[in-house]
């Protein structure tokens, strides 16, 4: 019987087939642009955070000034020591790197090329926390490090901008007042989290940038930790906390006059932030889609009533109430189900076009496809039942009269 | 169709005091006031009368589209005045054909699969379906016509694929209402002896309303209707109907 009313109902789609594509028009608009929606922040939340893993695997910064202060603020907490660098190094458990860091802006120059770009006052440890590769050259040696000597690694933008095709390495280049020589280049990153060009970066051995550029000799305005893998953030960051109160001998009243920020935390700010952002379109799109069901509901509606003295026929012929009601019912179903289907193709499409316009991956998620498809579906039934409830309470005699 | 025998004496139709009024108090209208009758198997009964005389009553309450507001209706010995709607659509289902004036064919439809209709709601398997409705389809001259929308029918064909329809599934009782009342008077007689021809050769049982002496003709019996009572009720000889 149930396959009997399939039949049946697919024999009615396609005597009216142009109609029926228009009917189903709005559910695949509505299906298509809740997936489009979702596939796409998807993509952009994964693109996010690939930047910052790529920032640095399990990274901590700290920075003087309290967290409220937002970031360089700190007002009158003092700075770190280098020697604050050593301590944690020494006495925190489960970490990969600690890297000081200074930074400022410079002018550089090669030959008749100048280029704005930053400068990281930092040791060899910042390419560890950091992720960083040597596409060529090497990093800095131990004197260059601990003396300070005029060396330098760049970044792949600043090799573009000041070397062109030229072979960066040995080459003389002018920081602010000095020369230093170019040791080795860094493997591009490409663009970071916030938009910025993270290749677009110079790094100098921290005593170089603190004598020559900043100009006070022990300060570090901040400190970046790269901690193990698995290692307990939580834990560490308390670690880190209890050694540096205690190095700057704060009294248990005191608030920290420094602030520890996890980068993964951003990251999953962030990723949620946007996660926001495609359930509000997604939800958005889904109002479009409760539009459609609303129009195979109109169009089934009209149906029962042009269809009336067919529904006689039918009745007349020995049809049960309950067989015509799935009759209709599983026409509406059938019309959505399919409008989900061309929903779920039209998406694919859309998004494989938009994610390569937007340069960004598309990963195709099998769930939210689902749940469209049974979203859909489960339209047709709701706005498919008062229709089916209508023809199937027809008066037979009544309907064969209809004309 | 799995009803047993019955016995030779139990009549196939019995009205006992029929009555049926429509509306009620100061609007109420009497279509019909109390009849009685019964109809044999294999009788070919025409129901003549003029409009307003309850003919088309006695049609849907034979046809079991509706119910009478008092009296007894025996089907097969069995009673069914108080059936309910789904009860009523399998006894359609399973013992009754019907013809209508209109045709009442699925518009965009092939003959065929007009005609496999009612096998679809009896759960019919496809083959079965098939091999059933080119059956009905050859029995009214329409074979060769299994995939002809009734667009591309006349007037004529489609009357026939309708009562195709209606014999597919080896009814007892066969009711027409006008049959022949959209066609002109060649296909009138076309039809009409087709219905006599499944009347004796299959041994349905035919039901007819009418309002042409001429079609009544062709009947065994002639029921007459005036103000929802039966006037009179004759039968023919066989020679007469085939005069």
């Not at chain 1, 790197?97 to 280029?115: D, H, I, K, Q, R």
């Not at chain 2, 006031?33 to 309450?61: C, D, H, W, Y």
Request: with cysteine; hydrophobic share 45%; aromatic share 6%.
């Amino acid at each position: 019987m149930f396959l009997s009313a399939i039949l049946l109902a697919l024999r009615e789609i396609r005597r009216n087939l142009m109609r029926s594509f228009l009917t189903t028009l709005g559910v695949v608009i509505g299906v298509a642009a809740v997936i489009t929606m979702v596939t796409l922040g998807n993509g952009a939340t994964r693109v996010i955070t690939d930047q910052i893993s790529s920032l640095g695997s399990n990274l901590l910064i700290m920075r003087p000034g309290q967290r409220m202060m937002g970031p360089g603020g700190g007002g009158g907490a003092p700075r770190f020591r280098v020697s604050d660098v050593e301590a944690i190094a020494t006495q925190v458990s489960s970490l990969r790197a600690v890297a000081p860091t200074t930074t400022t802006g410079v002018t550089l120059v090669v030959g008749g090329e100048n280029w704005t770009s930053t400068v990281n006052g930092t040791t060899n440890a910042f390419f560890t926390a950091g992720n960083w590769n040597l596409a060529a050259g090497r990093f800095f040696t131990e004197d260059e490090e601990r003396l300070g000597l005029a060396s330098c690694v760049i970044g792949n933008t600043v090799r573009e901008k000041l070397f062109g095709g030229q072979n960066p390495l040995g080459a003389q280049m002018r920081v602010r007042k000095f020369n230093c020589e170019v040791v080795g280049v860094l493997a591009s990153k490409g663009q970071g989290a916030m938009g910025q060009d993270q290749d677009d970066v110079v790094i100098l051995p921290l005593p170089t940038v603190q004598r020559r550029l900043t100009g006070n000799r022990k300060d570090v305005p901040s400190i970046m930790i790269s901690m193990q893998d698995g290692a307990e953030t939580e834990y560490v960051m308390e670690q880190i906390r209890t050694l540096m109160r205690e190095r700057r001998k704060l009294s248990d009243g005191d608030e920290d006059n420094f602030n520890i920020l996890d980068t993964k935390q951003i990251a999953e700010t962030l990723s949620s932030t946007i996660g926001t952002m495609t359930t509000l379109l997604g939800a958005v799109a889904a109002v479009s889609l409760l539009v459609g069901g609303i129009g195979i509901m109109n169009i089934m509606l009209v149906s029962v009533t042009e269809r009336t003295r067919e529904i006689g026929i039918r009745l007349a012929i020995g049809a049960l109430e309950h067989e015509v009601l799935l009759q209709f019912l599983i026409e509406a179903v059938a019309l959505s189900a399919f409008g989900g289907l061309s929903g779920i193709v039209l998406a694919i499409i859309s998004c494989v076009i938009l994610s390569g316009l937007m340069g960004m991956p598309f990963l195709f998620d099998p769930s939210i496809n689902l749940l469209s498809f049974f979203f859909s579906a489960l339209i047709g039934v709701l706005f498919g039942y008062m229709p089916a409830r209508r023809a199937a309470s027809l008066d037979p005699i009544e309907a064969l009269r209809h004309e | 169709m799995n009803a047993p025998e019955p016995a030779a004496n139990i009549p196939l139709i019995e009205f006992r005091n029929i009555a049926k009024t429509y509306g009620q108090g100061e609007i109420a209208f009497q279509a019909l006031r109390g009849i009685s009758f019964s109809i044999q198997r294999g009788e070919f009964l025409a129901v003549m009368g003029p409009s307003g005389s309850g003919k088309s009553t006695v049609m849907n309450i034979l046809g079991c589209l509706d119910t009478p507001t008092s009296g007894s209706y025996l089907f097969q010995g069995v009673h069914v005045e108080h059936l309910d709607r789904n009860a009523r659509a399998l006894l359609r289902r399973s013992h009754l054909g019907f013809v209508f004036q209109g045709f009442n064919l699925l518009a965009r439809t092939s003959a065929q699969e007009n005609v496999e209709l009612p096998l679809l709601y009896r759960g019919e398997p496809p083959e079965e379906r098939h091999r059933a409705s080119r059956e009905a389809l050859g029995l009214v001259g329409l074979s060769g016509w299994e995939h002809h929308t009734p667009a591309e029918l006349s007037g004529g064909q489609q009357q026939r694929v309708a009562i195709a329809r209606a014999i597919v599934t080896h009814p007892l009782v066969l009711l027409a209402d006008e049959p022949t009342g959209n066609l002109d008077s060649k296909r009138s007689h076309e039809i009409m002896e087709l219905l006599v021809r499944l009347n004796r050769e299959r041994r349905i049982t035919v039901l007819m309303v009418t309002h042409e002496p001429d079609m009544a003709r062709y009947s065994s019996r002639v029921v007459h209707f005036v103000d929802g009572l039966v006037a009179s009720d004759a039968e023919q000889q066989e020679e007469a109907a085939c005069s």
